[in-house]
């Protein structure tokens, strides 16, 4: 999930997230043709790849306090989206995070790791971690298939991702996984 707002206005929102993990292939193109679900029906289709850069200090202090900071590309835009999430608890298998999201043009990626750029996701980061240095930790690739479903005035969006997980340059894992939000 996760919705990104128009350049320079921030996104606050709380996220409430389930996720699958998708075992068999045969499932994956199953859930990609869906087109109605128990009284939902597909309103919109589209696909995007995805580059999501994870950020914390060296000591994890991110992490620690149930925290999240990424940096993320979507296909061949030159925006980039930096991310704060931080974990409200989950119930009844229904993770619910506060999401603070801004826009940023590319230039000032090294603004993001130096902790100089003054914006919303920033800020929220900075209170937990203070002055202390970010670093890159891992990056996903995802290539994900959005379906958004509509049953009257709900909606529900399911996401479902192609995962691949890099760090110090190689592919470390790959996973298929099924990301449920209500929008």
Not at 103 to 114: E, F, N
Not at 148 to 177: K, P, S, W
């Amino acid at each position: 999930g996760g919705h990104a707002p128009p350049a320079g206005a921030p996104a606050v929102t709380i996220e409430r997230e389930a996720r699958f993990l998708i075992l068999d292939d045969s499932a994956r193109r199953a859930l990609v043709r869906l087109r109605a679900l128990d009284g939902f029906r597909r309103m919109q289709l589209r696909r995007e790849r995805q580059q999501n850069t994870y950020l914390d200090t060296g000591d994890l202090r991110l992490r620690r306090a149930r925290s999240v900071l990424k940096l993320r590309r979507v296909g061949g835009r030159r925006r980039v989206e930096v991310t704060f999430k931080h974990s409200l608890g989950v119930r009844r298998g229904v993770a619910h995070r506060l999401e603070v999201t801004a826009r940023i043009q590319p230039s000032p990626v090294a603004c993001v790791l130096a902790g100089t750029m003054n914006i919303p996701p920033m800020r929220r980061a900075a209170a937990l971690i203070g002055r202390r240095a970010l670093r890159a930790l891992f990056t996903l690739r995802t290539d994900r298939t959005i379906l958004v479903m509509r049953q009257g005035r709900a909606r529900v969006e399911l996401d479902v991702d192609v995962v691949t997980f890099r760090a110090g340059g190689r592919v470390r894992a790959r996973r298929v996984e099924l990301e449920v939000e209500n929008l």
